[in-house]
């Protein structure tokens, strides 16, 4: 079996370049710690609110230390959990400075669902009997619409919310 | 596959890869190929790391 | 090898018989996809009440799953009926994988149909079909295996009848893709039959959501890869012949067959890379399987286009491009498939961005993969299949592509690309934007984010009714084709090697080795991480109805 010279400088180039986005790619992951969203920790999916986190009161936004915020949110066929406000009305919307650090912990009690703040690079799945949480600097001020992005029912696509970062 | 039924012709201007046959055009095309293939994904990266 | 005699009678029939299903699919698919643009518009709305996502659900059963494995089975029982033949009793085993197939599909076409199965055709746990969907789904997978097995039974009782001989490129391309797809498509068989089937009955309590994505997965991306080497083996070894030139070489075409075989199975995890439970770590090896399948497209790349300018040049056609000029424009049965491997550049490209690690976050399940795989899928794949049944077609039924059929082709094929160019660069540019895909139309909570989304999904529904029009015309020139057009006899073309080509080394046909390799990679890749992922499971999870309107 014979390449062509020119093939032979083709599939040279073309491994060349597969290597270097693997190098890029692979040092962002494992030095830079920019793995996509692979939380381990499981739960269990009837019982959420056993969880410290998922307890109804420590949902929502939270601000840990300066310019640190933790969201926990439950989802669940067809809404995002996000706690409640001052008056008892359901929180729709999340309001962060930019340039702070905003951890996401995501679980749901039902179905798969979908977690992505568009327009950035928070999107995770979620699923029952696990955890989902991605640490993430909000780099960008503007409003992202935060949508499910994986199927749930036929209600799927009145499921989102709104994630403000303010200048 | 049958093979031997086509008509002669010289070595020079078969498809065999091992004779040196002209394939400059061949090559160009490929590699524009592969630069599109670049751009695509340092565009993204860059975009990626935007975001 | 009588390429230009026609099949005997009874065996065409089967082969049509695949057609017939495959066309009637485009249909019905297809105007599924029409009603989904136009709904996600905002501008129209279903009417009879009918659900979105039932439509959608239809949409991706019946193109994804059964006019892809319809078409494929039937255009590789008559390559192999061409190169290596078929026994009268291989061909009643080839009827009973179609009736198989059939019943299956309309067991799961009627329960989807009713509303009993919006879970679209990733059906995804824990929502819960009614375990027709399963059966039916199931049916279609085991009726595939039939025809896997007899196709390899085809080969064998040739090999045996033609000792030491290698075996026909076309019919080695078969059995690769077939034994691809039988490896691939046990996981989800194992899913179904052991998770889904018992749990949709009642007879298990809960299942295990992460192991069945992740069985879904392990066949859901060589089923990709099922759908393309067929495209692969009419732009090897058909292509070729049509626009009159030879192989580019047969080594390297079974080669990159090989490679396609042993990297298209151990990269699921590619489709799973933003997912809780999974190690990163095996993600990222994944990963680099993932890259390593690009390597025999490279390799097809190179092939097509040297292809080209050797047959060019050898018709006296100088420059650095004149030979791309010459090519035979003009003929449907090439510019099909020639739009479908330009449409491979951008899809090809855009598949390296997604399987990128990290990368993925900026466009898992946004609308960007559905135009995505519009392009690769739906364009590059599908405009191949027409390609080849402008000649398959005729050649069964004992009639001629005329000039004005080919006429009504070459207009076909460019509705088509006009039309998805349209869609699927609306798609792209949307799904970067975050707008997320298996979406019916909505506000969310408003916004500029949300308006630009919308404008793009109207610009979607204008390249959906393009396509549409594009469909029509399709089934049209099939009908035509089928029972219309002049009798005569349609070229059956298959490329041939060069007088002084090279032997074809004998590793090459080396099964054991290949498959052997196959399935260590798949160990390698899997074993680890899903002895994980049921070591470190969650409580299993109930089934639920009322999310999908049961």
């Known amino acids: ?167 | 596959m049958t093979t031997g039924k086509s008509r002669k012709r010289p070595v020079i201007e078969s498809g065999n890869p091992q004779t040196g046959i002209n394939l400059k055009g061949t090559f160009i095309s490929v590699m524009l190929l592969g630069v599109f293939i670049l751009v695509t994904w340092f565009g993204l990266y860059a975009l990626f790391l935007s975001r | 090898m009588l390429k230009n005699t026609l099949f005997p009678k009874k065996e065409a029939r089967l082969y049509m018989a695949f057609m017939h299903v495959t066309f009637a699919s485009l249909l019905i698919g297809g105007l599924m996809g029409l009603l989904q643009t136009l709904s996600r518009s905002g501008q129209f709305k279903l009417p009879f009440g009918i659900n979105y996502y039932t439509i959608l659900t239809v949409h991706g059963v019946i193109l994804g799953l059964v006019l892809t494995t319809f078409f494929i089975v039937g255009f590789q029982f008559a390559l192999m009926g061409k190169t290596v033949g078929i026994s009268d009793k291989q061909r009643k085993w080839g009827w009973i994988a179609f009736w198989t197939m059939l019943i299956g599909t309309i067991i799961a076409a009627t329960t989807i149909l009713v509303g009993q199965a919006n879970v679209l055709y990733t059906f995804y746990a824990p929502l819960r079909a009614h375990a027709a969907f399963y059966i039916g789904l199931a049916l279609v997978i085991v009726g595939s295996w039939i025809a896997v097995f007899v196709n390899f039974r085809q080969l064998y009782v040739w090999k045996k009848a033609n000792p030491g001989q290698k075996s026909p490129l076309l019919a080695f391309m078969v059995t690769i893709n077939m034994a691809m797809w039988f490896i691939a498509s046990l996981g989800v068989a194992t899913s179904v039959l052991v998770q889904f089937i018992p749990w949709s009955l009642g007879y298990a309590a809960t299942i295990n959501v992460l192991l069945s994505r992740t069985l879904f997965w392990y066949f859901g991306h060589p089923l990709v890869y099922f759908w393309l080497l067929p495209a692969y083996m009419a732009w090897y070894a058909i292509i070729p012949k049509i626009i009159g030139g030879k192989l580019f070489s047969d080594s390297l075409a079974r080669m990159s067959f090989i490679l396609l075989l042993m990297f298209s199975i151990p990269v699921g995890f590619h489709h799973q890379l933003t997912e809780p439970g999974i190690d990163p770590t095996w993600k990222f090896i994944q990963v680099v399987l993932t890259f390593m399948v690009v390597i025999p497209t490279l390799m097809t790349a190179f092939s097509i286009f040297a292809t080209f300018e050797i047959t060019g040049r050898r018709k006296g056609h100088k420059g650095l491009f004149g030979w791309f000029k010459r090519l035979p424009w003009k003929d449907v049965r090439f510019l099909a498939p020639f739009i479908g491997m330009v449409a491979f550049i951008p899809g090809g490209a855009g598949g390296i961005v997604n399987a990128s690690h990290q990368m993925n976050t900026l466009i898992h399940n946004t609308i960007w993969v559905t135009g995505h795989f519009h392009l690769t899928v739906a364009t590059t794949v599908i405009l191949t299949f027409f390609g080849i049944a402008y000649w398959l077609v005729p050649h069964l039924t004992g009639r001629r592509l005329t000039p004005k059929l080919n006429k009504l082709g070459i207009i076909q094929t460019i509705i088509w690309t006009v039309g998805m160019t349209i869609m699927s660069t609306s798609m792209h540019i949307q799904g970067l934007l975050g707008g997320p895909r298996r979406s019916d139309f909505s506000n969310y909570a408003g916004g500029e984010q949300v308006s630009t989304w919308i404008s793009y999904q109207v610009a979607q529904a204008v390249g959906g009714t393009i396509l549409f029009i594009g469909i029509i015309l399709m089934i049209y020139i099939f009908i035509q084709l089928a029972f219309f057009a002049p009798r005569g006899i349609q070229e059956f073309p298959i490329a041939e090697e060069e007088v002084d080509a090279d032997p074809t080394p004998k590793i090459l046909e080396n099964w054991y080795l290949w498959i052997g390799i196959t399935v260590a990679l798949i160990l390698f890749a899997y074993t680890i991480p899903v002895i994980d992922i049921i070591k470190h499971s969650p409580p299993g999870s109930l089934p639920f109805d009322w999310p999908i309107g049961r």
């Open chain 1, 1 to 167: 079996m014979h390449l062509h010279k020119y093939e032979k400088i083709w599939l040279t180039f073309g491994l060349g370049s597969l290597a270097l986005f693997l190098v890029i790619i692979g040092f962002a992951a494992f030095w830079k710690g920019t793995h996509p969203m692979s939380h381990i920790e499981t739960i269990d999916p009837q019982n959420v609110e056993a969880h410290e986190s998922f307890k109804p009161e420590n949902l929502g936004l939270r601000e840990v230390a300066e310019g640190k915020y933790a969201v926990n949110i439950v989802a669940s066929a067809f809404n995002y959990n996000i706690g409640t406000d001052a008056d008892g009305k359901p929180v729709k919307k999340i309001r962060v400075p930019k340039g702070s650090t905003v951890l996401f912990q995501i679980t749901t009690k039902d179905v798969v669902h979908g977690f992505q703040v568009a327009g950035t690079n928070v999107n995770m799945m979620v699923e029952p009997g696990h955890v989902s949480r991605l640490e993430t600097v909000m780099k960008n001020a503007g409003e992202f619409t935060v949508v499910c992005n994986e199927y749930c029912g036929i209600g799927h696509h009145q499921m989102f919310a709104t994630v403000e970062v303010y200048e």
